[in-house]
C-alpha cells in the first residue's frame, strides 16, 4: 500500500506564490510517475503537472511558465512551486503517484489541499 500526504495549501492574492509538497511513503517502485492534478468547485479533476523519476515533465498548458514541478527521489516526494498564481487556479490540489508494474498500472491520491486564490 501507499500513502500520500500533502501540504503546503492555503489562500494568497492573486500573483502570489505558494509551494505544495507531497510525500509517499510504503511500497514505492522505482518505476514510476508523481504528478499534481485539480479540481475545482463544479468542474472535473484535471491534470495540472507530472514529473518521472528521471525528471521529465509535463504540464497543462495553462500553468506553463507559472508552475514548477520538481521531485525528491530519496524522499519520494514531489513538489509543486506556483508562481504568479491567478483565480482560476483555486480548486482543491491532489498528489497522485502512478506506478506501473509489468502490465499493470496502479493510481493512489493524497487526500487533497485546498488553495484559494483571491482577486
Known amino acids: 500500500q501507499v500513502q500520500l500526504v500533502e501540504s503546503g495549501g492555503g489562500l494568497v492574492e492573486a500573483g502570489g506564490s505558494l509551494r505544495l509538497s507531497c510525500a509517499a511513503s510504503?511500497?514505492?517502485?522505482?518505476?514510476?510517475?508523481m504528478g499534481w492534478y485539480r479540481q475545482a468547485p463544479g468542474k472535473q479533476r484535471e491534470l495540472v503537472a507530472t514529473?518521472?523519476?528521471?525528471?521529465?515533465?509535463n504540464y497543462e498548458d495553462s500553468v506553463k511558465g507559472r508552475f514548477t514541478i520538481s521531485r525528491d527521489n530519496a524522499k519520494n516526494t514531489v513538489y509543486l512551486q506556483m508562481n504568479n498564481l491567478k483565480p482560476e487556479d483555486t480548486g482543491v490540489y491532489y498528489c497522485?503517484?502512478?506506478?506501473?508494474?509489468?502490465?499493470?498500472?496502479?493510481?493512489?491520491w493524497g487526500q487533497g489541499t485546498q488553495v484559494t486564490v483571491s482577486s
Open positions: 497522485n503517484l502512478r506506478q506501473i508494474i509489468i502490465t499493470s498500472t496502479y493510481d493512489y
Open positions: 510504503g511500497s514505492i517502485f522505482n518505476f514510476n510517475v
Open positions: 514529473i518521472t523519476r528521471g525528471g521529465t515533465t
